[in-house]
């Protein structure tokens, strides 16, 4: 009974596999797959090989291969995982050491791998607008990316340097390696990391770059700029003047990984690009000078997007109109 158990388990697998690499399976039918994949490394094993031969007698196209690049994250709450069907339908290794499945409180985190080995392969984890995202490196390191970024990593880290490149906002704790420096490059500056828990704001369409650092020390490097910075301090590059300030900063810089959104003075126009992101929303403010509207809020997880509109029209004299995903933002 038990071999007759086993081989409908391999046949299952085998059936369900490829299907899963033609991109023909239900949602159900995925979670069917996974579950296999999960019970031993065996079964993983005989999915690798799988994997494997499907490869090499199906050549991808140029779109396929630059989607099998990239590695799709997104927040499914305390759901199981659904993978979602596309019109070009991604495999997944899960056995790669380059990225971790992790699930943590309310978020899920779930990838598809490069579909190139080797020293030279590539990561890029997003994390959609509405979304957060959660990632495992190569060398034991977190990262927690906010709404509508990005991360790009190597599948592994070698010699004396270990290198990603963000866009976007994002959360570390950094893993200490002896002898190996962490170094985050961004749009604005690089960040240079001894072991430490720090988060950097560095959207493409933001003026500032701002690294927030939380505990351990990092090192800002614009040029033949150097800056270092100790817990509590933030360090922010204006964009247009390239001038890098140093001041205090709040300990509450990673609540957004919690589900939060806390600031002690911001602009009106930069809080509704936090929650443009946040609600995956199209929110314009028609006055300059409600643009320049300085407050200090506090969100929780709970709270939704028309909750917190109605919140601000108590406190400032606003009007809002939303027409779907589209915000005005108005002079009462």
């Known amino acids: 009974i038990e071999k007759t158990d086993m081989q409908n388990t391999d046949n299952q697998l085998a059936e369900l596999a490829r299907g899963f690499f033609e991109g023909t399976l239900s949602n159900d039918e995925e979670q069917m797959l996974?579950?296999?994949?999960?019970?031993?490394?065996?079964?993983?094993?005989?999915?690798?090989?799988?994997?494997?031969?499907?490869?090499?007698?199906?050549?991808?196209?140029?779109?396929?291969?630059?989607?099998?690049?990239?590695?799709?994250?997104?927040?499914q709450g305390r759901s199981p995982i659904r993978m979602r069907s596309r019109k070009?339908?991604?495999?997944?290794?899960?056995?790669?050491?380059?990225v971790a499945l992790v699930l943590v409180s309310s978020l899920v985190t779930y990838f598809f791998s490069s579909h190139h080995s080797g020293p030279e392969a590539y990561y890029t984890c997003i994390a959609p607008l509405g979304g957060k995202a959660e990632v495992l490196l190569p060398d034991g390191s977190r990262v927690w990316l906010n709404a509508g970024s990005d991360?790009?990593?190597?599948?592994?880290?070698?010699?004396?340097?270990r290198m990603v490149e963000l866009n976007g906002e994002?959360?570390?704790?950094?893993?200490?390696?002896?002898?190996?420096?962490?170094?985050?490059?961004?749009?604005?500056?690089?960040?240079?990391?001894?072991?430490?828990?720090?988060?950097?704001?560095?959207?493409?369409?933001?003026?500032?770059?701002?690294?927030?650092?939380?505990?351990?020390?990092?090192?800002?490097?614009?040029?033949?700029?150097?800056?270092?910075?100790?817990?509590g301090e933030k360090v922010t590059l204006n964009q247009v003047s390239g001038e890098l300030i140093k001041t205090k900063a709040s300990t509450k810089a990673n609540a957004w990984i919690h589900g939060?959104?806390?600031?002690?003075?911001?602009?009106?126009?930069?809080?509704?690009?936090?929650?443009?992101?946040?609600?995956?929303?199209?929110?314009?403010?028609?006055?300059?000078?409600?643009?320049?509207?300085?407050?200090?809020?506090?969100?929780?997880?709970?709270?939704?997007?028309?909750?917190?509109?109605?919140?601000?029209?108590?406190?400032?004299?606003?009007?809002?109109v939303r027409q779907g995903k589209n915000v005005q933002i108005l002079e009462r």
């Open 88 to 98: 070009i339908h991604l495999r997944r290794k899960l056995a790669a050491a380059a």
């Open 260 to 320: 939060n959104t806390e600031y002690e003075s911001i602009t009106l126009a930069n809080l509704v690009k936090v929650l443009s992101r946040r609600f995956n929303m199209n929110i314009t403010v028609q006055s300059p000078s409600l643009r320049d509207e300085r407050l200090a809020i506090s969100l929780n997880n709970g709270e939704d997007f028309d909750g917190i509109m109605r919140g601000l029209q108590r406190i400032i004299p606003i009007r809002v």
């Open 34 to 75: 996974f579950g296999l994949l999960q019970e031993n490394e065996e079964q993983r094993a005989r999915f690798d090989a799988m994997e494997q031969a499907w490869n090499a007698t199906h050549v991808p196209s140029a779109a396929v291969e630059e989607e099998w690049r990239r590695v799709w994250c997104r927040i």
């Open 170 to 231: 994002a959360y570390f704790e950094v893993a200490r390696h002896a002898g190996s420096k962490f170094t985050v490059n961004t749009k604005g500056y690089d960040v240079i990391v001894h072991g430490t828990k720090f988060n950097i704001s560095a959207y493409d369409d933001d003026a500032t770059v701002t690294t927030t650092l939380l505990e351990g020390s990092v090192q800002v490097s614009l040029d033949n700029e150097r800056v270092m910075m100790v817990p």
């Open 151 to 161: 991360l790009r990593y190597p599948a592994s880290f070698g010699g004396d340097s």
